[in-house]
Nanobody, 112 residues
């Protein structure tokens, strides 16, 4: 079955960077679009970035120019490079795969 495992979260100071990874298994990774979402306490889950199976990307306005989504089909992994982090980026970050499948999430906390 579809499995998505996120990693790379942690505590970082404002202005810092993190790179999240999502390792996928159980489906033909190169055939599917993939997304990163986040959910802050008390808020709805929201789309952060999206990458199609051919590498086209789209970003939420709040992260455009700071975050970069990429994928490595050989490693069956999707990445989210997060730069110039702000306290408002604090959330649990989730990877989404086919059929609205989700990973367990990874916590990102931006605080001084």
């Amino acid at each position: 079955q579809v499995q998505l495992v996120e990693s790379g979260g942690g505590l970082v100071q404002p202005g810092g960077s993190l790179r999240l990874s999502c390792a996928a298994s159980g489906f033909i990774f190169s055939s599917y679009d993939m997304g990163w979402y986040r959910q802050a306490p008390g808020k709805q889950r929201e789309l952060v970035a999206f990458i199609t199976r051919i590498g086209l990307t789209n970003y939420a306005g709040s992260v455009k120019g700071r975050f970069i989504i990429s994928r490595d089909n050989a490693k069956k992994t999707v990445y989210l490079q997060m730069n110039s982090l702000k306290p408002e980026d604090t959330a649990v970050y989730y990877c989404q795969g086919p059929s609205a499948s989700w990973g367990q999430g990874t916590q990102v906390t931006v605080s001084s």
